[in-house]
């Protein structure tokens, strides 16, 4: 039974190129969600999504930064335009029923951003 | 808003009993949550708690929940080099469409030899 698989695990971009992290959930979860981690934090929430919706984008940046999860295939977390500061961990995290049903939520092993 | 803080260090002999502690700020948290962090890696969840509880075991852990202190510990008995990682806190409020988790810094657990 896989988990959240994430990829890539680790990306490297220059200032001003594109970032894509993938992230396919755990089998049989359709909630799915974002988080970013800083060198030294802790995970700091980005975005929630079901299937084709994004319900709460209330951690995302204004600009640069999209996120989808369509109805085939895996949840993209697109950055436009990076910039240093983006470098971080970005964790992918899924659950069948919601947090608020369950509690539950499963993490991926994190891609990796390093912006040069 | 809520905010969920943690030590940032703890060191313990191999053998001995671990106490990680959390407080949290959110009165109406719902679950709170230990993650394991091992370096490199994902979170891996390691138990999680309902606000109505007070005290859950599992294996070598036990959790305690505090509700009118906003008080949160992970105990790992018989420490083992194995559980050498940093230890994550966290909490979710059922508000409705609130489904984030509010993360502490985490503590960073070394067991000396």
């Known amino acids: 039974n896989a988990g959240v698989m994430q990829n890539p695990r680790h990306l490297v971009r220059r200032r001003g190129q594109e970032a894509r992290l993938r992230c396919s959930p755990m089998k049989g979860h359709s909630h799915v969600y974002w988080y970013r981690q800083l060198p030294e934090e802790g995970l700091k929430f980005m975005v929630y999504l079901q299937k084709e919706n994004i319900i709460d984008e209330s951690g995302m940046p204004k600009e640069r930064f999209s996120a989808e999860f369509p109805k085939e295939g895996p949840s993209i977390l697109r950055i436009q335009q990076v910039v240093r500061g983006d470098s971080a961990a970005y964790f992918c995290a899924s659950s069948r029923q919601g947090v608020r049903s369950t509690g539950e939520l499963f993490f991926g092993e994190g891609s990796r951003l390093t912006v040069l | ?113």
């Open chain 2, 1 to 113: 808003g809520e905010d969920v803080e943690q030590s940032l260090f703890l060191s313990v002999r191999e053998g001995d009993s671990s106490v990680i502690n959390c407080t949290y700020t959110d009165s109406s948290s719902t679950y709170l949550y230990w993650y394991k962090q091992e370096p490199g890696a994902g979170l891996q969840l390691l138990t999680y708690i309902f606000s109505n509880m007070d005290m859950k075991q599992d294996q070598r852990l036990t959790v305690l929940l505090n509700k009118k202190d906003k008080h949160l510990s992970l105990r790992i008995a018989d420490t083992q080099t194995g559980d050498s990682a940093i230890y994550f806190c966290a909490e979710s409020t059922a508000n409705f469409g609130n489904e984030k988790l509010t993360f502490g810094t985490g503590t960073r657990l070394t067991i000396i030899p």
